[in-house]
């Protein structure tokens, strides 16, 4: 699975099973793929797009999904919002994937996407608390600092206070 980033317009391995890729691995995006097969939740079909004179441009992504075996790039789409991409290897009984195959796949994608991006916005808010936390600790460490400074200051006054009066 690989999850997108939308700042650097690129995927990056969420979770892998069976592929030879290191966790959080970074593969750029391909504007051309992503135009025909990602904006319209449509899989990318590795043979058909490899033999396909539209898609030469994508030539390099496509020799890396061919280099990792890949035979399916399935969108994990919420609407018209891109989350990841699910890979699929080929069949092990060596069959072609049909229709029904590719139906099942877009069901279990918009689900995965869902839960994928909660998972995301779950993570986000849990690194926000985190950071409120720790920025409530600073402010809090640095108000006890500025207390201490002012009891001190206005000790040191008192005193003062009293020699003048003496």
């Not at 018209?80 to 049909?98: A, C, Q, S």
Request: hydrophobic fraction near 35%; charged fraction near 30%; aromatic fraction near 6%.
């Amino acid at each position: 699975i690989l999850l997108y980033d939308k700042e650097h317009e690129a995927y990056i391995v969420g979770y892998n099973n069976g592929y030879n890729v290191k966790k959080d691995q970074v593969f750029k995006g391909d504007p051309q793929l992503r135009q025909a097969f990602i904006e319209k939740n449509k899989p990318i079909l590795v043979d058909e797009v490899k033999h396909s004179e539209s898609f030469k441009n994508s030539k390099p992504t496509i020799d890396l999904l061919i280099a990792h075996k890949v035979a399916i790039a399935s969108p994990l789409n919420i609407g018209h919002e891109n989350v990841g991409l699910i890979m699929v290897g080929e069949k092990e009984t060596g069959e072609m994937y049909n229709s029904e195959d590719l139906s099942v796949l877009k069901i279990i994608g918009s689900q995965a996407a869902v839960s994928i991006k909660n998972a995301l916005l779950f993570k986000e808010v849990r690194d926000f608390n985190k950071k409120l936390r720790s920025e409530v600790e600073t402010a809090t460490r640095d108000l006890r600092n500025s207390n201490n400074k002012l009891a001190i200051s206005n000790q040191q006054f008192e005193i003062a206070n009293a020699e003048l009066k003496r």
